[in-house]
């Protein structure tokens, strides 16, 4: 059997990263044939997320290139942006990249890197309508694709958007076999994931909790001159 | 407000550990008032896991007691079962826990630590029927409850899993608080999650896979002497 041609897979941390963004897709993609994952930050060394340490990352600047480019969100997704030297590393991979890709918040990285100007893409949805600073058309949809941009929602939404983009680069049969593998058959215990459908009183205590950030996300993407 | 009663939350982790086993529950456990979440593994320091590298890790020994017990599952299942010194920290942890629990192959560490005897538990669809020969009753459940005993399906069950413990422990409320602030309202693009529903040829190729390691659990776990 002839070997699988390399795919050459980088997520780009930073401080902040909430990690289920990028665990959930990493244990998707890195299941894919020929996949050879990179996990890097800017200062390459350690990133903390949530209280687990990702450890031995390389810099981003020593990743040559990339096929698919993974930006995942979290709550430094502000300082994130607003981080001259990280926007330019995201710009340098993505313009190399076949796939350039987000779960989360990350889509608002991609948009201050300019890289979603006209495009369509999803975010999570306390923070969707912010794509439009970007230029950037907001999607509600769980996974959204603009061309070679594959965007994903929430924290979550990061597995659903990993198979999807599996089945663009390997077939269904393997994305498949790895969604069987990972037994991903979700049977939430309550419908509570999206605004339309949690209890009034869930929601206000989510908007409650993520509202304080609002502010200083607008006012770091003007820091980065990436508003339109 | 009263600060809430701290919730000490233990993951016991092991070489071979499938990471999204133990990522996606620790994203939603984390969050719940008065977490103070600790990963942890026999020899502390650092773990690897499908590529991943997850540091500062302290030693299981020097954990003194837990509220809930958190075994994740994975391709080293078959060592961890057969380390005597493990299955000790599991059963020691077990004994103090309000909560012993598992996602994915894990529940066959807890029954080779012999803490599954006569319970019904949840395990991997492809590894399931093995919790027999450990006194258990296996579960075809997404998560199953048995007393204080909580078990996931295959590795991204554990989400479900975790929002019924955080149902559990911190009321439902805040379990679907978590779940908003998460996004979890799964789309997945394709309907091949469980054996049930999975293309033929694709549970084939899984079962392929899979196949080769049944022989080596068997002996690892009558090597553990915990063979009923």
Redesign the interface.
């Known amino acids: 059997m002839a070997e699988p041609q390399p795919l050459n897979i980088v997520f780009a941390l930073f401080p902040g990263v909430?990690?289920?963004d990028f665990?959930?897709p990493?244990?998707i993609l890195?299941r894919l044939p020929g996949a050879k994952?990179t996990?890097a930050s800017l200062e390459g060394g350690?990133i903390e997320a949530?209280?687990?340490?990702?450890?031995?990352l390389p810099r981003l600047t020593d990743v040559e290139a990339c096929d698919v480019l993974v930006v995942p969100g979290g709550f430094g997704t502000t300082e994130a942006m607003a981080n001259p030297a990280f926007l330019d590393e995201i710009r340098r991979l993505a313009a190399g990249a076949r796939y350039v890709t987000s779960v989360?918040t990350g889509s608002l990285v991609l948009g201050a890197a300019g890289l979603l100007k006209g495009k369509r893409a999803a975010c999570?949805?306390a923070w969707r309508d912010q794509l439009s600073l970007f230029g950037a058309i907001p999607d509600p949809g769980?996974?959204a694709r603009d061309g070679n941009v594959f965007t994903g929602?929430?924290?979550?939404?990061g597995?659903?958007f990993a198979?999807?983009i599996a089945?663009e680069i390997a077939g269904?049969?393997v994305?498949?076999?790895i969604?069987?593998?990972?037994?991903?058959?979700?049977?939430?215990?309550?419908?509570?994931?999206?605004?339309e459908?949690?209890?009034a009183?869930?929601?206000e205590?989510?908007q409650r909790?993520?509202g304080q950030g609002m502010p200083e996300r607008l006012a770091a993407a003007e820091k980065a001159g990436a508003l339109v």
Do not use: K, M, S
């Open positions: 909430t990690h289920l665990t959930g990493h244990q890195c994952v996990v350690e949530d209280g687990l340490i990702f450890a031995h989360c999570h949805w769980r996974v929602g929430g924290v979550t939404a597995i659903d198979l999807t089945a269904e049969d994305a498949q076999t969604q069987l593998a990972v037994e991903y058959a979700p049977a939430p215990p309550f419908n509570a994931g999206r605004p459908t949690a209890p009183r869930v929601l205590r989510v909790l993520y």
